[in-house]
């Protein structure tokens, strides 16, 4: 599955352009070109796994003959000093792959990490924790996969995947009673979903015929949730975003909402701390 991606090829094969764009001049000047290696990755603290499928294809891109070994499966969680996976092939190529594998899998482990801390801290409740589009450019593919092997789910995967009708929106069309009436021309099949700012925006979207599939309740405070859920009543699904931490996030799961979205699972990550060494080099 992850061969046939193109976004993801794509982005294997400009990592490995950017760093390697005429080969490594290093290696090629120090490494003997048919000295082949072993070498493990491992990990400097406690993980949640993700991107190893990734990995592999990244050196099998470099050269196919490359044997690559996980230990773990994405989405399980790894202890610091655990082995990660492990390489055997041509020392050169390993070489080449190294830097753009650790690169792009400790992000994704970084994000998967992340994701699922949020994920522990609602256990419990029915809720659903969200990524968002404040993802890095030009590898959203990634963020979102890892988001998953987190335990999250994702929200719509561009301005093309969904309806999303957010503050401007609503200020352009006149208020949110006008928005939902264009958006009874909608596509059935295209999920729809609208910002609210306060209870009397949530009132004015429960009043009309059109609901949408989803209603997000933005910047809102527990308190102004619990009361959005009664005034509710389970018509349309309820959405939470923006201003919530891992500090708070309990107390918004625990008003009855069904998803709470996260943009900080993928624009304020710590990549994951992970370091490769040839067999026998301590």
Not at 97 to 103: G, P, Q, S, T
Not at 106 to 135: C, P, Q, W, Y
Not at 266 to 281: E, M, P, R, W
């Amino acid at each position: 599955m992850l061969a046939d991606n193109k976004d993801i090829k794509r982005i294997i094969i400009t990592a490995l352009l950017e760093d390697a764009p005429t080969g490594d001049i290093t290696s090629s000047c120090t490494v003997p070109k048919e000295k082949q290696a072993e070498g493990y990755v491992i990990a400097r603290h406690d993980y949640v796994v993700s991107g190893l499928g990734i990995a592999k294809q990244i050196y099998l891109m470099v050269d196919k003959k490359i044997k690559f070994q996980p230990f773990l499966k994405d989405g399980q969680k790894i202890k610091k000093g655990q082995k990660l996976y492990s390489v055997k092939g041509n020392a050169r190529a390993i070489l080449i792959a190294e830097r753009v594998a650790l690169n792009i899998i400790s992000h994704m482990m970084g994000v998967a990490t992340k994701t699922n801390r949020f994920v522990e801290l609602v256990k419990g409740t029915h809720v659903k924790i969200l990524d968002t589009r404040k993802t890095i450019p030009g590898i959203r593919v990634l963020q979102r996969i890892a988001v998953k092997d987190g335990g999250g789910s994702n929200h719509r995967a561009s301005l093309s995947d969904a309806i999303l009708v957010k503050e401007n929106h609503v200020l352009m069309c006149g208020g949110i009673k006008k928005v939902l009436q264009k958006l009874e021309i909608a596509d059935d099949n295209v999920k729809t979903e609208v910002e609210v700012r306060s209870l009397k925006e949530l009132k004015d979207a429960l009043s009309l015929k059109f609901k949408p599939d989803v209603i997000m309740l933005d910047n809102m405070v527990p308190k102004q949730v619990l009361e959005a859920v009664k005034i509710n009543k389970g018509r349309v699904k309820l959405e939470v975003s923006g201003g919530v931490t891992e500090r708070t996030i309990l107390s918004y799961a625990k008003t009855g909402v069904d998803y709470i979205s996260l943009g900080t699972l993928t624009h304020s990550v710590q990549n994951a701390d992970l370091s490769f060494l040839f067999k026998g080099i301590k």
